[in-house]
């Protein structure tokens, strides 16, 4: 996380001894990476499809659902997201906010228990 205005360097999250990483190095995504992009937002246009398979979503909440990130940086990222086109977390309301919360967790469970993982990280 960084303080808006500062350089890497003074990133006051990355210890003094570790570099700063500038890139993250990935290279599987390149053909992501140099494609073209879809005019619509992605996360709007998969649920309303009705392809869950194709679209690699996972499961559907009643204001949210589960997708898996075709383009991952790491094995087992999924994402959670409302069904609205919102710009931010804090534009969620109450009730999309809780099932976000036990989607997440639900995900968690799953991805542990099929990759046999001991943490994970949420982003």
């Not at 996380?1 to 990483?21: A, L, R």
């Not at 890139?23 to 992501?32: E, G, H, L, S, T």
């Not at 869950?52 to 204001?63: A, P, Q, S």
């Amino acid at each position: 996380m960084k303080i808006c205005g500062c350089k890497p360097e003074q990133d006051i999250y990355t210890p003094k001894n570790i570099p700063v990483m500038e890139r993250i190095f990935a290279p599987w995504r390149i053909r992501y990476v140099l494609a073209p992009k879809p005019k619509d937002c992605v996360f709007c246009t998969a649920p309303k499809e009705n392809r869950d398979r194709e679209n690699l979503i996972l499961y559907r909440g009643k204001t949210c659902y589960v997708i898996m990130n075709r383009n991952p940086y790491n094995p087992g990222h999924v994402m959670v997201n409302p069904y609205r086109h919102i710009p931010s977390i804090e534009d969620m309301t109450e009730e999309e906010m809780s099932e976000a919360m036990k989607l997440i967790k639900l995900s968690i469970e799953a991805i542990r228990e099929a990759m046999n993982l001991t943490d994970s990280t949420l982003e």
